[in-house]
């Protein structure tokens, strides 16, 4: 009967699917679940899940300690086999214990017991109808002159020895795994292991010194080798894989990305003289706290609820500055407590006045919590009239400072607006120094928090509000992290961008929101001749789950990339009200590249300008051309490729809906250097207008919907080579009737 019902429903097409196999891990502690709770350690088995589909059955059978033969001896292994069926996996990973030969409960000989012991697993499993997979012990970090050695003896080439003669799948984890270590370097390999200085957990109270096992993210860093030779050799079990809303992308490739962890001892910033009184000046309060917090080995710099006025903060390793709720850090506008330093500014070298919160060259650093920094901003910003409505402008203007001779530039100070004048103010000239800057100091407005050449940075829950200049600037940073932060500015603040990544490496914006005067979430790597020179693009970069109100652009490139931008992830993103939704710009003189960039599941509504932009013309001028100004397009004409000529290649775009938009799509490169090989796929968008494709190349569009105002074209083109259309319609908003591109 139950066979006639299958046949009944296979007939229907609705014959059930085949149950996922599963997969069954066996071997040490290097692969075995660890406690979660008070515990740096986590085994590769552990993590390997977040690699496979939802669903996907994981069974992780490794045990601390065990070998071959003391897992065979305790009985585990026949625990495991009796739970076999056919189809199933079985991943095997022994050999750390194996080795302990002063341990005749665990050493098993390389070419005797440990030999037989492999083979025996693969036998058994066999006969039970499942898929063995042998998988060569993970390396330990052990380097000596800054070589990682081998600790495992024959152990490995056994297990490819077996693996060859009995025609196993084999996982070089030893050979990936080496390389992956030599590759971050003695230092730089410490953080995936479970060593962890003193203070950090209660389980751990001296800390500990570990090399062979793993912390979260060193495991996390394992499984994802495991999961990509699972792929690379078409293994069945590669079907399970989790992919990404990225094209051609899983979840094993994406970027993974280090997080900090700080001591718990906690240093109450009242405890140094800090007054919540809004007129007592806490700058040294607060700065002895943090000092004296690094000082000690680090841990948490509380500022608990209250309006504390401030001065600028130097942030300092293996510290958290943690804003509790109903904290405010207020950071005066006494001009004079911000002097004139060295730094950069829009990727230039510059004299800038120092920031509110700054840090550089450190490690292990945080700023955490539901409480407010806000940077006084108001206080430093040039503002056009046009920006404002009449009773703001009058405000403004009977608040102090000076109207141009425009009659529509509002300047805070005679300094301000003797530094508007100034051509290329700020910027550093042969020989000079900050001094020689004093008389435009005022023009001379900081980023907020500005944090340069740091590793491991953690940015979470905080509002940051009301910035000179652009809110969070990470430059030169690895591993940084911005979790459910807000920027919130003004919606006239100029060059009030949310976050500027520069020169960044492996970096992750998650669950933000951005309500800004400038450009949203900004990817940036130097300007021009100073950019190329550095050479540092930003690059592996995660954006997940943002939502973007005003802003210039929503996800934003350049246009100062002359360091170059590639491998950048961004998905499930909200653009409302943003002027352009992804924008990506630049200009002749920037050079630099931009590559493998993916955007995926992007929602976009009631946008000004374009909802999808790439423009080699960038002309500093704000996206959408206030009331009364007007502009003309570039000249076109082609120069000579250069070091100086940007290109812009190797974009992937897809699943994006967008009601309201004056364009559609929108891209212009160069006719020396074409935007090329652009894949947009899967869109829904209303815009008054269509696309524009000028000089460009290879730009493929699939599955688009577009509806557009009656009377546009739906296309525009010049300098146009190999465009393709799959599967894209058309229609009017005054018609039903559908056209196909």
Known sequence: MRYLQILLLSLLGLAPASPKPAIFLIGDSTMADKPLADNPERGWGQLLPTFFEPGMVIKNYAVNGRSTKSYIDEHRWDSVLAQLHPGDWVMIQFGHNDAKISDSTRYAAPQGAYKTNLERFVNEARAKGANPVLITPVARRQFTKGVLEDTHGQYPAVVRTVAAAMQVPLLDLQQSSTALLQQAGDTGSVKMFKT????????????????????????????ALIAGAIREQHLPLAAYLKTTPFQHKYSYELPLIYEPHFRKDTFNIRDYGAKADGITLNSKSINEAITTCSNHGGGVVLVPAGLWLT?????????????????????????????????????????????????????????????????????????????????QWEKLVASGGLVGEDSVTWYPSKLSYLGAKTNQAGVITPGSKPADYAGIKDFLRPNMISISACKNVLLEGVTFQNSPAWCLHPLLCENITLRGIYAKNPWYAQNGDGVDLESCKDAQILDCTFDVGDDGICIKSGRDEQGRRRGKPTENVLVQNCTVYHAHGGFVIGSEMSGGARNIYVSDCSFLGTDIGLRFKTARGRGGVVENIYAARINMKDIPGEAILFDMYYAAKDPVPLAGERRTAPKVEQLPVTEATPGFRNFYINDVVCSGAKKAVFIRGLPEMPVSNIWLSNLVMKADEGISCLEATGIHFSNVYLQTSAGTKPLQTRNINNITFDSCRYRNNHSTEEHEF
């Open 311 to 391: 001065g600028p903060l130097v942030l300092q390793r293996n510290v958290n500055l943690h804003l509790a709720a109903n904290a405010i850090l207020q950071f005066t506008t006494d001009f004079d407590q911000y002097p004139l330093i060295t730094t950069t500014y829009e990727g230039l070298a510059a004299v800038r006045c120092q920031p509110p919160v700054s840090g550089n060259n450190l490690e292990n650093i945080a700023i955490t919590g539901s409480g407010i920094l806000d940077g006084g901003g108001d206080a430093w910003r040039i503002v056009k009239k046009a920006k404002l409505t009449a009773t």
């Open 196 to 223: 962890t200085p003193a203070g950090h957990y209660h389980s751990l109270p001296q800390g500990v010194t570990d090399n062979t096992h793993f912390s979260a993210y060193g495991a996390a860093k394992m499984a």
